[in-house]
Nanobody, 113 residues
Framework: QLQASGGGLVQPGGSLRLSCAAS????????MGWYRQAPGKERELVASVLYDDRLNYADFVKGRFTISRDRADNTVFLQMDRLKVEDTAVYYC?????????WGQGTLVTVSS
């Protein structure tokens, strides 16, 4: 239902752009967002965009990451700039519809020199 892409290996200070395409069968979307889970840690919210385009960012990514969505394609993006080693994690796309929640398969982001 969700297809995420864009992860990879990048040096500190670099950039990556994640994409997550939700299938057209998912309708009445309330929220699209990104979570991440680092080794040994709990999954945490990174950023989200609501149905009315209100944005929400975790404090640790404010000013560095930008979330956006393409309504026509049911796609959400996460532009990650000025990446830090501590941003290393598996990033999961999350979509909340009126009647159901969806999780993507996760895409690994590794920030290392």
């Amino acid at each position: 239902q969700l297809q995420a892409s864009g992860g990879g290996l990048v040096q500190p200070g670099g950039s990556l752009r994640l994409s997550c395409a939700a299938s057209r069968s998912i309708s009445n979307i309330v929220l699209m967002g990104w979570y991440r889970q680092a080794p040994g840690k709990e999954r945490e919210l990174v950023a989200s965009v609501l149905y009315d385009d209100r944005l929400n960012y975790a404090d640790f990514v404010k000013g560095r990451f930008t979330i956006s969505r393409d309504r026509a394609d049911n796609t959400v993006f996460l532009q990650m700039d000025r990446l830090k080693v501590e941003d290393t994690a598996v990033y999961y796309c999350h979509v909340v519809a009126i009647t159901e929640r969806y999780w993507g398969q996760g895409t690994l982001v590794t920030v290392s020199s």
